[in-house]
């Protein structure tokens, strides 16, 4: 059997199918990771959001009913603003994480679309190759059929000058 004639191109259409199987199941990590950093932001603000208003309650709870100084008020409104600007924090990364496993599935669906089109043109050449070894198998049984005819002719010559000079 011959060599088919564009092996060299079936390998690289094998390794860039393999490397785009591979991005592909990077890319499907990177989601699923993705999803569970915005898993664990929404846990983190719900048992926050959860917190925070006994919080407040409880510093409310130390100065209420109570004469204290104005820094002392002061110093309550600061606490309570530095827990509502943690709160509006923990929004602001379910935002980022909400932003990032969206990029993380379009660039999922990009490398899904090249996997799939690399396996494509990596069939289109299996698909001609299994033509040609089949077209090269006809070919060959041809020239062999071919050698044979002309080796009987040579065969059928030789018997009948070997006949005629009476040997």
Known sequence: MNAYPLQPLLSIRAFREDAAKREAE????ATERAGQALAECRQE?????AWRPTEEKALFGRIQNREIPLSTVESFKQNVLILRAREQELLEAICHAEKELEAAKI???AASAACRQASREKLKIMEHCELWSAEDVVRRERAAEAELEEFQGRVNSFETDGAATGD
């Open 26 to 29: 990077f890319r499907r990590s």
């Open 45 to 49: 603000h719900e048992t926050y959001a």
């Open 107 to 109: 660039a999922e669906d």
